[in-house]
C-alpha cells in the first residue's frame, strides 16, 4: 500500500522540484542559469571542469541554451535565494518530522536540554530558559518564535532566515544591494548607486518588485486570454477534425454499400442470366436429346434389316431366294424409305432472340457483341488560299470561332450531264479540288469546283453546290 505520511510527501515534493537534476540530491547553493534553469555550485564547476576547455559560455544541460560565465566564474553566477530557503525550510520541516518521537536539543546553549520553540529569526532551536532569555533581551524580543509542537502539528509553519537575507554586491563584497537600477534593469548597492548609476533611474527594491509583480500580472492576464484562445481554436480544430473523420467514415461506408449494391446487382443479373441460358438450353437438349433417340431407333431398324436380309440370302439356293423376292424387296424399300432427321444445331443467337425472355443488352452481350464508341474522324485543316494546311499552319490558324472541318458524309446534286459520283471519288475530289475555308462553327460549309469557287452560307444549295453534313 502507498505510504501517504508527511514525510514520504515532502519527499515527492522534493524530488520533483528541490533536487538539482546533475546530481539527482537536494539543491546545494543552487545557481541561475539565464534560462532560469538552476543547478548546484559544485555540479556546474564539474561540468566546466570536464569540457577541458576554456570556455566563457555554459550550456544548459536541460535545454541546450548558453549562458555566458562571468569574470569570477560560477560563484559569480546569480543565487537562487528563493529556492534556498525553499530547500532549508523543507530540511527543516523532515528533521522535525522524524524527530516527532526524539527529543530536540536547543542550540543555544551548552547543557544539551530539550528544546521547546524555535526562533524563525535567529533560525535555532531553544530550551525552556533560553527562550525565557531571548523574550528578555532587547536585541531579540521581537523576533519571532513558535513552539516545537507547533510546528511538528502543522499549526506554524517554518521560515528559512535565509528569506530576509540581503545578497552582498558583487563588484562591493561589503555592501547590501539595497536599489534597483531600471535603466540598466540590475540590483545594485549604494557605492554603485552614487558612483557608476549616478544618472540612471534609480529606485527601492520594494517599490520596483511592487511594479515589476503589477506588470507580470498584467502580461499574465494577456497570456490567460492567450491561451484561453488557443485552447478555443484547439476545440475547433478537434471538432473539425472529428467531423472530417466521420465525413471520411460516412463516405468510405457510402462507397462500400453502392460497392455492394452493384456486386449484388451484378451477381443477381448473372444469375437471372445463367437460369435464363439454362432454360434455353434445356430446350436445346431435349431437341438434341430426341434427335439422337430417333436416329438410333432409325439405325437400328436398319441394322436389323439389313442383318436379316443377309441372313435369309447367306448361300441361299435360287429357288428359296426367288419365293422370298416379294418380302426381301420390301423390307429393304422400307429400310431405304425411311428418312433421317434434319441435324439440329447449337444454340445461336436466333435461339437467344427467339426465347423472348432476354432484353437487347442480354442478347449482345450472350452474342458477344461490343458495342465501341464511333471514331472520331481526323480533322483537315485549310488555309485561307484554299490549301491544305501544314501541321505548323492548323496550330496557329485554328481559333475558337474557327471550325475544323473534315470531309464525313457529302450530299451531291447530280445535275443534268453529270455522272454518278462514288463516295470515294467524293472524298478525292474534296481533297484536290475543294476549296474550304474556316467559318463560324455554326454556319454550314458549301464545296464547289475549283474553277468555279463560290462560298454561300445557309442551307439552301445554289448552282449544284451541296453543304458538307455532319460538321
Not at 524580543?141 to 510546528?151: G, K, P, Q, R
Not at 535603466?183 to 549616478?198: F, G, M, N, P
Not at 450530299?411 to 478525292?428: C, F, K, L, S, Y
Request: one cysteine or more; proline letters at 4%; charged letters at 30%.
Amino acid at each position: 500500500m502507498a505510504d501517504f505520511t508527511p514525510e514520504a510527501v515532502l519527499d515527492v515534493i522534493s524530488r520533483g522540484h528541490l533536487d538539482c537534476s546533475i546530481c539527482m540530491e537536494r539543491f546545494t547553493d543552487p545557481k541561475l542559469l539565464k534560462c532560469r534553469h538552476n543547478f548546484c555550485k559544485k555540479c556546474l564547476e564539474d561540468m566546466m571542469e570536464a569540457q577541458r576547455k576554456a570556455l566563457n559560455v555554459i550550456c544548459c544541460p536541460a535545454c541546450r541554451q548558453d549562458t555566458v560565465i562571468p569574470k569570477a566564474g560560477i560563484a559569480g553566477l546569480d543565487s537562487n535565494f528563493t529556492l534556498k530557503a525553499l530547500v532549508d525550510e523543507v530540511s527543516q520541516t523532515e528533521i522535525l518530522l522524524r524527530r516527532q518521537r526524539s527529543r530536540i536539543i536547543c542550540e543555544l546553549c551548552v547543557e544539551g536540554k530539550q528544546a521547546v520553540s524555535r526562533c524563525c529569526d535567529c533560525n535555532v532551536n531553544l530550551c525552556q530558559e533560553c527562550h525565557t532569555s531571548h523574550k528578555r533581551m532587547k536585541t531579540t524580543n521581537a523576533h519571532e518564535v513558535v513552539t516545537i509542537d507547533d510546528l511538528r502539528s502543522g499549526k506554524a509553519t517554518y521560515v528559512s532566515g535565509q528569506r530576509n537575507e540581503i545578497p552582498k554586491c558583487k563588484k562591493h563584497d561589503q555592501q547590501d544591494l539595497i536599489f534597483y537600477c531600471a535603466t540598466c534593469s540590475t540590483l545594485i548597492c549604494t557605492a554603485c548607486a552614487a558612483v557608476d548609476h549616478r544618472a540612471h533611474i534609480v529606485g527601492d527594491i520594494s517599490a520596483a518588485s511592487t511594479e515589476f509583480e503589477e506588470i507580470i500580472s498584467h502580461l499574465l492576464k494577456k497570456v490567460e486570454e492567450k491561451l484561453k484562445k488557443c485552447k478555443a481554436a484547439k476545440d475547433v480544430a478537434l471538432q473539425s477534425r472529428n467531423k472530417h473523420s466521420k465525413m471520411v467514415s460516412e463516405k468510405q461506408t457510402a462507397i462500400t454499400q453502392k460497392a455492394d449494391e452493384d456486386v449484388a446487382r451484378i451477381r443477381e443479373n448473372e444469375r437471372r442470366l445463367k437460369d435464363q441460358l439454362l432454360e434455353i438450353s434445356a430446350k436445346k437438349e431435349k431437341q438434341i436429346a430426341d434427335h439422337l433417340t430417333q436416329l438410333e431407333e432409325n439405325t437400328r431398324h436398319t441394322k436389323a434389316t439389313l442383318d436379316r436380309v443377309k441372313n435369309d440370302t447367306f448361300k441361299i439356293i435360287p429357288f428359296d431366294l426367288l419365293k422370298m423376292k416379294d418380302s426381301i424387296l420390301h423390307d429393304l424399300e422400307v429400310a431405304e424409305g425411311w428418312s433421317i432427321p434434319d441435324p439440329v444445331r447449337c444454340m445461336t443467337s436466333e435461339d437467344f432472340k427467339q426465347s423472348g425472355t432476354l432484353s437487347q443488352a442480354d442478347l449482345d452481350f450472350l452474342n458477344g457483341v461490343t458495342k465501341r464508341p464511333p471514331l472520331q474522324p481526323r480533322p483537315r485543316i485549310y488555309s485561307n488560299s484554299g490549301q491544305k494546311a501544314t501541321p505548323n499552319e492548323a496550330r496557329g490558324q485554328v481559333t475558337e470561332d474557327e471550325a475544323a472541318i473534315t470531309p464525313v458524309e457529302v450530299e451531291v446534286q447530280v445535275t443534268e450531264g453529270e455522272a454518278a459520283i462514288t463516295p470515294q471519288v467524293i472524298n478525292q475530289k474534296i481533297e484536290d479540288e475543294a476549296a474550304i475555308t474556316p467559318v463560324q462553327k455554326d454556319e454550314d460549309i458549301f464545296v464547289t469546283h475549283k474553277k468555279k469557287f463560290d462560298k454561300r452560307v445557309g442551307r439552301r444549295v445554289i448552282g449544284g453546290g451541296g453543304p458538307l453534313q455532319g460538321y
